[in-house]
């Protein structure tokens, strides 16, 4: 079955990730695109490190091929940000990388973007759904399978074109990056790509800026070092011990397919992605003289509130998605959006989140502002005050989620809570605001078997108390 969540369609390989979904997710794709009288402008596929992802798109370009649908295959595993690049670079209608981004090693998917780089929004991915469905049934009444053309075949026929969009991507970042004020900062930066897609074009990008870069973690391995490939506190402690005693301005990770960031100051501290969203979002005000909105998902800091406040400036509040901060941004002209998960992007770039663009921000902001990450952060709490953010995630079976989901968003049971509630929004899962302005949120995961928790408040005790509570009410509940 093909499902789209909040990040593509992910599936555990062997399971429901077969060559037989990935055809017929391409497929849908394509018929969308006939019906849509686009599919004479064609497609670009690309694809990362993980197992099966460069025969998955092969698979995916045959599948095109017998569409006649023109196909641009990227020549080598690319990040995900870069073939969206591709996507808007060559004004293609419709585009895909075959990745399961953070997730962990047993999974892979497809993540589908539309004109200029774009998430595939809700309305494109339940077409491609409900297309699936269509031509599953159909070849089931009539014995048949996707049609395909030989890779090999399609190749030499001109079905399927090899681009290369690498120099183009790097050099738009460049362009919009004060390389001059990186270069005169002399930075030491360590990267981290988990054993993903990033290295080459961050390396790139920071040695043209002349930073002195050191890499772990780069070897090709499809179980990503036995990680989960998403940079977070855990994950990133090889990191926060080689910054410290390499003497590093700054420690940089990018997640598997490379379109998410993780952090660590010069002081080995993890910064978490809520921070560095604000700290951009300041440095862009402040430093660069920047004016507009801000946009953030239900689950991301509301410091961003104030900051956009303080310069008269809005900030929107979308569901978690980045095809929604990407949709909000658009109609807004804000100059920054992003979520507490590491994924963020700015005006002017793609339309995507690119974790590639925002740790070369994040050198700029590093060599302009004079001073690390944590001390501009603390410039930054020293005038809008200190928000505390706890999390907690819990792994769901079908049967467990059908019955939370039924408690807590249909009959809208809630726990009992320390503190006065305000209000409670449904709009994307269950956000409960507090009287203080603290505020706590329950949803189901669009890419993993989880129940995410999250809750901010302005005292660290009443978030670690908010986030107990919830843990009790959810492990507790129906049982």
């Given at each position: ?216 973690n780069e070897r090709h391995d499809t179980l990503f070092g036995g990680r989960l490939p998403s940079p977070n506190v855990d994950t990133l402690r090889h990191l926060s011990q080689y910054v410290v005693e390499h003497h590093c301005n700054l420690g940089i990770a990018t997640d598997g397919d490379a379109d998410r960031i993780g952090v660590i100051g010069n002081d080995g501290k993890f910064l978490h992605p809520n921070d560095l969203l604000v700290l951009l979002y300041y440095y862009l005000l402040k430093y660069r003289g920047w004016t507009g909105p801000v946009v953030r998902n239900n689950s991301t800091t509301h410091l961003l509130d104030r900051v956009a406040e303080a310069y008269g400036q809005k900030c929107y509040e979308v569901p978690v998605g980045f095809k929604h901060i990407s949709a909000k941004m658009i109609e807004t002209d804000a100059i920054i959006g992003g979520e507490s998960s590491g994924g963020l992007t700015v005006r002017g770039h793609i339309q995507g ?127």
């Open positions: 079955m093909i499902k789209f969540g909040t990040g593509g369609w992910r599936a555990i390989i062997g399971d429901e990730f077969t060559k037989a979904n990935v055809q017929l997710a391409v497929a849908s794709l394509c018929e969308l695109m006939k019906r849509q009288k686009s599919a004479d402008r064609g497609i670009c596929i690309g694809y990362d490190r993980r197992f099966l992802s460069h025969e998955a798109a092969m698979w995916a370009a045959e599948v095109a091929a017998a569409c006649g649908v023109p196909c641009r295959l990227l020549n080598k595993e690319a990040p995900t940000p870069l073939i969206m690049f591709a996507v808007r670079q060559l004004s293609l209608p419709y585009g895909l990388a075959i990745t399961a981004s953070h997730n962990p090693a047993l999974y892979n998917g497809v993540k589908i973007f539309t004109s200029g780089g774009r998430d595939a929004s809700e309305q494109v991915t339940a077409e491609i759904e409900k297309i699936a469905q269509e031509i599953e049934q159909n070849n089931k009444d009539a014995n048949e399978t996707i049609a395909v053309v030989p890779y090999e075949q399609a190749l030499a026929d001109g079905r399927i074109e090899i681009i290369n969009p690498f120099n183009e991507y790097i050099d738009a970042i460049l362009r919009h990056i004060d390389v001059d004020a990186i270069k005169n900062a002399g930075l030491k930066i360590a990267l981290d790509p988990m054993h993903g897609v990033s290295q080459t074009s961050l390396r790139t990008i920071l040695m043209t800026a002349r930073c002195e870069v050191e890499v772990i989140k690119d974790g590639i663009y925002a740790a070369a921000l994040l050198a700029e902001m590093t060599a302009k502002a004079g001073r690390g990450p944590a001390e501009l952060y603390d410039e930054i709490t020293a005038q809008f005050g200190k928000l505390y953010v706890e999390d907690a995630d819990y792994k769901m079976t079908p049967e467990r989620k059908l019955q939370l989901k039924e408690i807590i968003f249909t009959d809208r049971q809630l726990p009992e809570l320390s503190l006065p509630i305000d209000h409670v929004d449904y709009t994307d899962g269950c956000k409960i605001h507090f009287k203080n302005g603290g505020w706590a949120i329950c949803r189901f995961s669009g890419t993993e078997p989880l129940l995410r928790t999250s809750c901010e408040m302005p005292e660290r005790e009443q978030a670690q108390k908010i986030i107990s509570q919830l843990r009790d009410f959810i492990t507790d509940s129906g049982r």
